[in-house]
């Protein structure tokens, strides 16, 4: 029979990477740690760790154990709130997120959390979309922050769930004082094209409005940064999609783009089965409801 205390050191290291952080998380020392771990492995009936320098890492059988420990520790703590609806849920949930769904969704959030539930923390890793589904899989992060467009949709894999958030409509950042007339695409034909270098869906909505308009763009610089886009299109170096919702810098326009409507879509993604775990579903109850209300 395994044990649901030490399934939690083993979780914690497969989080955390080293004991002395399991050590400083659960309040203990490394030598419990190090004692629960040989425990459990007597238990498992395989060794779970094994040497790495002068640390020890997890071996194959301990890190599938340490997947299935998250999801054993998270209907443990479901089950003890469906039989004490009034305990608080308490834990650690990681969130990888894309930066502007964690500026505009996230940290409300946790600036909000110790005044309604002091017993939950929230980890913060900015990262891009097929960067938070890598993570998610490996199930390093709990909770992911991602996006697509309207005309980009992205496909998921089966293995976990989507709660659309919010959507706000994009434009095309110019150098002001551009002339545009008529068809928006047609207009920069002959544009150098600003992309994003950490995702491609950004490329892909370019790639299919320039395709409407009768040409292949001519992308040449990328960056990750919408500030660095901004400064691109300023010192002349091109043109790129930039969000209608948020102001642009001084020698920017932004055109609306019609026909098609070019869409940005964040949404909340978990692995299936997840959700149920009580630090996980306060936060997205309070991401959804987040969403909900007027911005």
Same mark, same amino acid.
């Given at each position: 029979?395994?044990?649901?205390?030490?399934?939690?050191?083993?979780?914690?290291?497969?989080?955390?990477?080293?004991?002395?952080?399991?050590?400083?998380?659960?309040?203990?020392?490394?030598?419990?740690?190090?004692?629960?771990?040989?425990?459990?492995?007597?238990?498992a009936g395989t060794p779970l760790l094994e040497p790495d320098g002068r640390r020890v890492r997890l071996t194959p059988a301990g890190r599938r154990l340490a997947r299935h420990a998250v999801t054993i520790l998270a209907a443990v703590e479901a089950a003890r709130l469906d039989l004490d609806p009034s305990a608080e849920p308490a834990g650690t949930v990681r969130v990888a997120g894309f930066a502007t769904a964690i500026r505009r969704s996230l940290l409300p959030i946790v600036a909000a959390l110790p005044a309604r539930h002091a017993g939950l923390r929230v980890l913060i890793h900015e990262h891009e979309p097929a960067e938070i589904l890598q993570l998610l899989a490996a199930d390093e992060v709990d909770l992911g922050l991602t996006y697509d467009y309207n005309l980009a949709p992205a496909g998921l894999p089966d293995t976990v769930e989507a709660t659309p958030l919010w959507s706000t409509p994009w434009g095309l950042g110019v150098p002001t004082g551009s002339t545009v007339d008529g068809d928006v695409m047609a207009a920069f034909r002959d544009a150098h094209w600003l992309v994003n270098s950490r995702n491609t869906a950004d490329e892909d909505v370019v790639r299919t409005l320039a395709?409407?308009?009768?040409?292949?763009?001519?992308?040449?610089?990328?960056? !990750?940064?919408? !500030?660095?886009?901004?400064?691109?299109?300023?010192?002349?170096?091109?043109?790129?999609?930039?969000?209608? !919702?948020?102001?642009?810098? !001084?020698?920017?326009?932004?055109?609306?783009?019609?026909?098609p409507d070019v869409l940005m879509r964040a949404f909340a993604v978990t692995r299936l089965g997840r959700r149920a775990w009580p630090p996980l579903a306060v936060v997205l109850d309070l991401l959804t409801r987040g969403a909900a209300a007027p911005p």
């Open positions: 029979m395994l044990n649901n205390d030490r399934l939690l050191f083993l979780a914690e290291l497969a989080r955390l990477g080293s004991m002395r952080e399991v050590a400083d998380e659960l309040g203990t020392t490394t030598s419990t740690v190090s004692q629960q771990l040989a425990v459990l492995a007597r238990e395709s409407m308009a009768g040409y292949a763009p001519r992308i040449t610089h990328r960056a !990750d940064s919408l !500030d660095l886009i901004q400064d691109l299109i300023v010192a002349g170096l091109g043109v790129g999609l930039l969000p209608a !919702d948020q102001p642009t810098i !001084d020698g920017v326009a932004l055109v609306p783009l019609r026909r």
